[in-house]
């Protein structure tokens, strides 16, 4: 079994609602490790950068400014098959297509504030990792 780090935010809505302990508490339980993690509100250049590859998406312009409407908590997760792992433990994009158990299905509201962001394979992993964190910040 490959050990993989993936990158993961828990995003405004959820930190609104008080939900960081609840969500670190599901990664955990499905044997996903914080090996860093820190919380910080994003700048336009961030939330437009990050999510560039959206941009021609009808949405980009309310995902930008939803990102940008309050403190989220990045993290790097670790564990067996951990970019997959972290797929499933999230559940769908939209929360009423999202399974019994998943972090989206137990605390997400809507498409637009669905609680959390995972990255969706290895190359997307590496440079979101890299995006938001030092290689000193990561301590495995
Ligand atoms: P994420 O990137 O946040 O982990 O979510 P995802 O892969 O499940 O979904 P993706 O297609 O990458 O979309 C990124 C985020 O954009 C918002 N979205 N809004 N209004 C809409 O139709 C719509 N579609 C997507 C969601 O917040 C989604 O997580
Ligand atoms: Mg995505």
Redesign the pocket.
């Known amino acids: 079994m490959a050990i993989e780090r993936t990158f993961s935010i828990i995003k405004p809505d959820a930190v609104r609602r008080n939900l960081i302990g609840n969500i670190l508490a599901v990664f955990e339980k499905n044997g996903l490790r914080p090996v860093a993690l820190k919380k910080i509100k994003m700048t336009r250049a961030q939330a437009e950068g990050f999510y560039a590859v ?1 941009k021609e998406r009808p ?1 980009y312009g ?2 930008v400014e939803s990102m940008m409407s309050g403190p989220v908590v990045v993290q790097v997760l670790e564990g067996e098959n951990a970019i997959l792992k972290n797929r499933e433990v ?1 559940g769908a ?1 939209n929360p009423a297509n999202a399974a019994e158990g998943t972090i989206r299905k137990l605390y997400a509201v809507s ?2 504030e ?1 609680s ?3 990255s ?1 394979a290895p190359e997307t992993a590496k440079e979101e990792i890299k995006f938001f964190f030092t290689d000193d910040e990561i301590v495995g």
């Open positions: 959206h949405f309310e995902l999230m994009t498409v637009g669905n959390v962001h995972g969706d």
